[in-house]
């Protein structure tokens, strides 16, 4: 596998956590520092569909015509997006807070 066909598995909407986790673990990709960080970011963004489903969507849901959690979870599919088109023009783009992680992450190794 490519170190591009690897950032860019990492931000599948619902799938990409687990390639994060063997890109993570693999080591072809243990001293690429990029794809690394895709791997945190992908990560991270997961981690954020998370808490939009399983915290702020129990919250807001019953509230009638308030509809938040159903925006976050189209910014959070365009950020999905908009992640696979940057890793497929192989940049290291920093989503805001995302980001920040992902790169104090690729720093500890």
């Excluded at 990560?43 to 808490?51: G, K, N, R, S």
């Amino acid at each position: 596998m490519t170190p591009r066909t690897a950032s860019i598995l990492c931000y599948i909407p619902g799938l990409g956590w687990i390639a994060a986790i063997i890109v993570l673990a693999s080591e072809k990709f243990r001293n690429n520092r990029t794809v690394r960080f895709h791997a945190f970011q992908g990560l991270y963004l997961f981690v954020a569909w998370l808490i939009e489903d399983w915290v702020l969507h129990p919250i807001f849901y019953p509230i009638p015509h308030f509809h938040l959690d159903g925006v976050l979870k189209v910014v959070l599919f365009c950020m999905s997006i908009f992640m696979i088109i940057k890793a497929s023009h192989e940049e290291a783009y920093s989503l805001p807070i995302i980001g920040d992680l992902a790169q104090k992450s690729v720093q500890e190794h």
